[in-house]
């Protein structure tokens, strides 16, 4: 019986978990297209590499219709591309909040919308949105990431039920701390010597920082990727951390707004 392998669309796939799944997926017999913003076409390690920025409308557009006409198809597009962002709200420049929901927000939205054709006129495919476990609850310098994120999810919930009757399947997957380079590639905030907020944002950005350094392997990431990529009737949301990331959500879930407030400041020490 002839197998046709199914052709995968990856956006931030140079580095990080993106890098890590697009190996992965190469190894188990994907035609894999990753994107970057700073690549040419080329093929890395399996990976058909195309230039590709988010924020600009005219890459997603020439990068999709070129994967197009080389596979004439894309069963599965992961949006992964995203940048981190930290900082005091009242002191982050409202071009850098923009700027970030143009990266993690709209941008993948964009993508979505260039693949969504292609997907209907073939009646199949399955979209997988990189989300965060910071997505789920408001966090202490990390408020404008948290939202990009749980903005996705939420937008994620609405599109499945948009799609359905096209077959095509829409999923989030969360994931907590990895080790990977997002703090080198984060936008901080800068520590400014008179600001109130100095001491405690300083103990946050040292603390967030630890947690990558001591987080999991991507590949771990790359495996539930290809896990939910081969269910027929993919869950909503998916989470992938430590237990204590994961059950974090689950007692937002159970308790009272205050209490949750209460235990997140004990952890950031707040």
């Known amino acids: 019986m002839y197998f046709m392998s199914k052709v995968v669309l990856i956006t931030g796939a140079s580095s990080g978990i993106g890098k890590a799944i697009a190996q992965y997926l190469v190894s188990q017999s994907y035609i894999v297209y990753g994107t970057s913003r700073n690549t040419k076409n080329a093929i890395e390690n399996g990976v058909h590499m195309l230039p590709l920025d988010v924020t600009k409308s005219e890459t997603i557009a020439t990068a999709v219709n070129s994967l197009l006409k080389k596979e004439s198809r894309v069963d599965y597009l992961i949006n992964n591309a995203g940048m981190g962002i930290t900082g005091p709200l009242e002191e982050t420049p409202d071009s850098e909040s923009k700027r970030v929901f143009e990266t993690n927000f709209f941008g993948a939205l964009e993508v979505i919308k260039a693949v969504l054709p292609s997907m209907r006129a073939q009646h199949s495919g399955m979209i997988l949105n990189i989300t965060s476990i910071a997505g789920y609850m408001g966090l202490p310098y990390r408020g404008m990431y948290s939202a990009t994120k749980g903005a996705l999810a939420i937008v994620t919930e609405a599109y499945r039920m948009e799609l359905k009757e096209f077959n095509i399947k829409m999923t989030t997957i969360a994931p907590g701390d990895f080790a990977t380079n997002i703090a080198a590639g984060r936008y901080h905030a800068p ?72 235990l997140l400041l004990n952890h950031y020490k707040l």
């Open 191 to 262: 520590l400014l010597d008179h600001s109130p907020y100095q001491q405690n944002y300083k103990n946050t950005l040292e603390l967030m920082d630890a947690h990558v350094d001591d987080g999991m392997n991507p590949e771990i990431m790359a495996k539930v990727v290809h896990r939910v990529m081969k269910k027929k009737n993919p869950k909503v949301h998916y989470r992938v951390g430590f237990f204590m990331q994961r059950f974090s959500i689950v007692l937002k879930r159970a308790l009272p707004d205050t209490w949750y407030e209460k």
